[in-house]
């Protein structure tokens, strides 16, 4: 099992940058593949991006491909996202999941962090 904590978020102006952390506990981090959602208000929750358990797989949403970049330091336990360019409609609850197995974009992931605010003004 593990236990997903994202920190990172923020107000920021459009146009700005931020970058999320994801820390996980237990000593199994580098055997689970890592996916960023975001839920905006009103809206159901979406794929950002995903990276496989060593980062030789990495996959993007189109809104989000060329500005956001996930990776991950499995000597840390910790995933990022960084996010530049950011855009009002980027303001969301960002969440990070693990799932043991592939990368994938749906939301078959098995844990889930609080989530961390995101918002971008105009």
């Known amino acids: 099992q593990v236990q997903l904590v994202e920190s990172g978020g923020g107000l920021v102006q459009a146009g700005g940058s931020l970058r999320l952390s994801c820390a996980a506990s237990?000593?199994?981090?580098?055997?689970?593949?890592l996916g960023w959602f975001r839920q905006a208000p009103g809206k159901e929750r979406e794929f950002v991006a995903a990276?496989?358990?060593?980062?030789?797989?990495?996959y993007y949403a189109d809104s989000v491909k060329g500005r956001f970049t996930i990776s991950r330091d499995n000597a840390k336990n910790t995933a990022y996202l960084q996010m530049n360019s950011l855009k009002p409609e980027d303001t969301a609850v960002y969440y990070c999941?693990?799932?043991?197995?592939?990368?994938?974009?749906?939301?078959?992931?098995?844990?889930w962090g609080q989530g961390t605010q995101v918002t971008v003004s105009s």
């Open positions: 999941a693990a799932r043991q197995g592939v990368i994938q974009t749906a939301e078959t992931y098995d844990y």
């Open positions: 237990g000593r199994t981090f580098s055997t689970y593949a």
């Open positions: 990276i496989s358990r060593r980062a030789g797989s990495i």
